[in-house]
């Protein structure tokens, strides 16, 4: 009877440490579940309105986003005019809302030494002007090297990891940008290998569903990189018409308006574990017609409604 009493104990506290150890597995698998998407407004979708970035934060705060994604001209056409930096750091903290990208477009990876120089001068200034307002990261595009093929991929990570080195003065991240237009880093794999081999902790991908379509690239891609790879995306659609090879930035359209696999990429970006930004990038001329707010409205509940397809929730 003894035996069959040390046995019982010893099959219940096994089923305790096995009991305790399920637990801890869920809670742990609990704490790895991707934490859904957070919103963000690029100011290009209104950018044909020609507004002021003051009017622009208001309109992404009013229309229900978390994030704004300025475009640089914009903030330095403000400053010039005046205005101070400091004051639209507060506007943005008083309506609600965070700056965690910007575009620009510094010729930070072009081979000719001089045109470099100033690029990586330009971004400097751009990245000290961007952290003033509380921004977090910026674009990082092929700008200057779209035309002729041919850049050398490893000397492209090396100056990559110095553009990176020049934000870390300013807490400012450049996320190369996947360009499908160019000649270079027109791909997701080039402009991954530019990321990685950068050798840099914060090195990032900035991609972009038109982009990632222009350029010939498959979506599935996507389910090769991780939620620290992919911070910011450019979400948009495109239509059937007209075919790839003649498509432009202006036949971009909301999200779910078009023939994008919208669905799998979201599942897709869901799966790698990430809260990751969705930044509505548009330069659509229909758009630029309509009122500013009716747009960011619009544009706002599209992209919720492709999220709640998936995830059942947005």
């Not at 477009?105 to 200034?125: H, I």
């Amino acid at each position: 009877m003894q035996s069959n009493l040390s046995r019982r104990r010893l099959l219940t506290a096994a089923g305790a440490v096995i009991g305790a150890a399920a637990v801890g597995g869920t809670a742990k698998a609990a704490e790895k579940r991707p934490a859904g998407f957070a919103y963000c407004l690029n100011t290009g979708t209104i950018r044909g309105q020609k507004l002021s970035i003051g009017k622009e934060i208001e309109i992404a705060a009013k229309a229900g986003y978390d994030s704004i994604e300025p475009w640089v001209d914009g903030i330095n056409r403000y400053k010039e005019a005046g205005g101070s930096l400091k004051d639209l750091k507060k506007k943005t903290s008083d309506l609600g809302i965070t700056v965690e990208s910007a575009i620009s477009f510094p010729n930070w990876v072009v081979d000719d030494d001089a045109r470099r120089a100033k690029g990586f001068e330009q971004a400097k200034r751009e990245m000290d002007v961007l952290a003033q307002i509380g921004g977090k990261r910026i674009a990082a595009p092929p700008a200057g090297a779209t035309r002729e093929p041919g850049l050398n991929l490893d000397k492209a990570a090396e100056r990559y990891r110095k553009l990176l080195e020049v934000g870390e003065q300013f807490d400012v991240v450049p996320q190369v940008e996947v360009w499908g237009f160019s000649k270079n880093l027109y791909r997701l794999g080039q402009s991954m290998y530019v990321v990685i081999e950068s050798g840099h902790p914060k090195a990032c991908l900035l991609p972009d569903v038109f982009h990632i379509y222009k350029g010939g690239s498959d979506f599935h891609g996507l389910k090769q990189l991780s939620a620290r790879a992919i911070q910011v995306f450019h979400l948009n659609d495109y239509p059937a018409d007209p075919p790839r090879e003649q498509a432009r930035d202006s036949d971009r359209v909301f999200p779910g308006d078009g023939v994008a696999p919208i669905s799998q990429i979201i599942q897709d970006l869901y799966a790698n574990g990430g809260n990751t930004i969705l930044s509505l990038e548009l330069f659509n001329p229909n758009y630029y017609k309509q009122d500013a707010l009716d747009v960011a409205k619009a544009g706002l509940a599209k992209m919720k409604s492709a999220v709640r397809k998936v995830i059942g929730a947005g």
